[in-house]
């Protein structure tokens, strides 16, 4: 079943200048970019995309780093989006992520890991509702 999923490329991917091995990557998967922007989060974009965090200990160094410096959002589409990329992400502790997988590659640690991606398909529905209009997805 085709779904759509979002991804952050985060500020690390950016000053590491892998933004493009990691789309690449993501093309090789089999997705399809219906959308994609290079912006700079604020602060205030940061703590509303990541309020389900608010609570937990880690929530204001997110918020920093994510507001560090850009960040490419994609809209990606292809069968089974959401669990299709989440496998290709690897854990979340780029130290743990399995070899091969963007955050084993691409990440350095449990908050620099490389790569966000929704982690359900109603989450991507919102996600991808926060970044883009329907008009901007083609």
């Known amino acids: ?10 500020p690390d991917t950016v000053a590491r200048r892998n933004v493009g091995a990691i ?7 089999g997705f399809e970019i219906i959308g ?3 912006l700079q989060l604020t602060e205030e974009q940061a703590k509303a995309f990541y309020a389900v965090h608010r609570e937990r200990p880690f929530y204001r160094s997110l918020v920093e780093f994510m507001t560090s410096g850009p960040v490419w959002v994609m809209a990606l589409e292809r069968d089974n989006a959401v669990e ?3 496998r290709v992400m690897g854990a979340t502790d780029s130290a743990k992520a ?21 982690d359900s398909p109603e989450n991507a529905r919102q996600e991808v509702a926060f970044f883009f209009s329907a008009a901007e997805l083609v």
């Open 1 to 10: 079943m085709r779904e759509r999923t979002l991804t952050i490329l985060k």
């Open 98 to 118: 399995e070899k091969g997988t963007i955050r084993a590659q691409f990440g350095t640690n449990i908050e620099r890991n490389a790569i966000h991606g929704s």
């Open 36 to 38: 994609a922007k290079r």
């Open 23 to 29: 789309i690449s990557r993501l093309e090789q998967e």
């Open 84 to 86: 299709h990329l989440r």
